[in-house]
């Protein structure tokens, strides 16, 4: 079984810009998560969806957005890049919305604004 | 809240000798555990998780962590390190009960196995 895709894996954008980010869960996981990950703040939750819904969204601001679709691919949006903006940005799936599931995570997506 | 700590950012250890590494959580109910592994330029690597039952949990890899609930801990222990172990160990919790259903990661252990 294929795991969790992120694409692209490496993104340079100019401040000011937006980004979006694209990733394909595991087939037949429902529940995807979005993380920042940063050497100074370590690994940071973003979002969850579950069936095209939120379920649950980390302290960040509302530059930070996301969606999810009926095939259970998800997205997340940028906007107004900031330098601080540049980390590693981590999806992952998993089979339900259920909390003693583990997560199975993508590669990550290298995002550095200049 | 929930919150883990792991409390060494480095450990060391020879080839063949036994290894843990360190994690205690805060939680309001009971806690759900978890222990991933990243390797450079890579994501993170599901190795084992704790949610009832036995408190020794065996993974991959032979990896195992044992839980102990009076010292709110759940240490990743390995019998005998590989130099291919060397990686970035993060332990995560998520509180059973609450409205918090994210995973909070601790700050990440960087273990090195040494030839």
């Known amino acids: 079984k294929a795991g969790v895709t992120q694409t692209p894996r490496y993104l340079i954008k100019t401040r000011g810009q937006q980004v979006t980010l694209s990733c394909s869960p595991i087939?037949?996981?429902?529940?995807v998560s979005w993380y920042q990950q940063t050497p100074g703040q370590g690994l940071q939750f973003l979002f969850e969806?579950?069936?095209?819904?939120?379920?649950n969204k980390g302290n960040f601001p509302g530059r930070f957005s996301g969606r999810q679709f009926s095939n259970s691919r998800s997205e997340m949006n940028v906007s107004t890049l900031e330098l601080g903006d540049s980390a590693l940005y981590l999806c992952a799936s998993s089979l339900g919305a259920g909390s003693a599931l583990e997560q199975y995570f993508g590669p990550g997506t290298r995002l550095t604004v200049t | 809240a929930q919150s883990v700590a792991q409390p060494e950012d480095q450990v060391n250890v020879a080839e063949g000798n036994p290894l843990t590494v360190k994690c205690t959580y805060s939680?309001?109910?009971?806690?759900?555990l978890f222990w991933y592994v990243q390797y450079p330029n890579r994501g993170l690597q599901f190795l084992l998780k704790y949610i009832t039952g036995d408190n020794l949990v065996k993974g991959s890899y032979g990896f195992e962590a044992e839980f102990n609930k009076s010292q709110t801990s759940f240490h990743l222990k390995k019998p005998s390190a590989l130099v291919s172990d060397s990686a970035l160990y993060f332990c995560a919790v998520r509180d059973s009960r609450g409205s918090a259903r994210q995973l909070t990661f601790g700050s990440g252990t960087q273990l090195t196995v040494l030839p």
């Open positions: 939680v309001s109910g009971n806690p759900y």
């Open positions: 969806y579950f069936s095209e819904t939120q379920r």
């Open positions: 087939s037949g996981h429902r529940s």
